[in-house]
């Protein structure tokens, strides 16, 4: 499974980024597609998670802020993100599994930056 993610950039505090990832390599329509972000300094986390037949999941940290959805047909899963604070800046990652939303995760794609200014 091959996954690219993209999206990322520079936005103000309150403002809003959409990332995307595009997956490919194999039959993905019951894999669940993810995100992942890593703040400076600190451990990866799990932002959130989509199989279209076993439901979304996300982190409570960002639950009432972000979005993730996917399109199927275009293999990709996409995380909206508003209201956006300087602590949600990090690389964010596009992962993917088998199974549940919730880790772990198997397959990793490279990550896009997102950074918040305050």
């Known amino acids: 499974v091959q996954l690219q993610a993209s999206g990322g950039g520079l936005v103000q505090a309150g403002g809003s980024l959409r990332l995307s990832c595009a997956a490919s390599?194999?039959?993905?329509?019951?894999?669940?597609l993810g995100w992942f972000r890593q703040a400076p300094g600190k451990e990866r986390e799990f932002v959130g998670g989509?199989?279209?037949?076993?439901?979304?999941c996300l982190a409570d940290s960002v639950q009432d802020r972000f979005t993730i959805s996917r399109d199927n047909n275009k293999n990709t899963v996409y995380l909206q993100m508003n209201s956006l604070k300087p602590e949600d800046t990090g690389v964010y990652y596009c992962a993917a599994k088998e199974g549940s939303c919730y880790p772990p995760y198997h397959y990793w794609g490279q990550g896009t930056l997102v950074t918040v200014s305050s």
């Open positions: 390599g194999r039959t993905l329509g019951s894999y669940t």
């Open positions: 989509i199989n279209w037949r076993l439901g979304k």
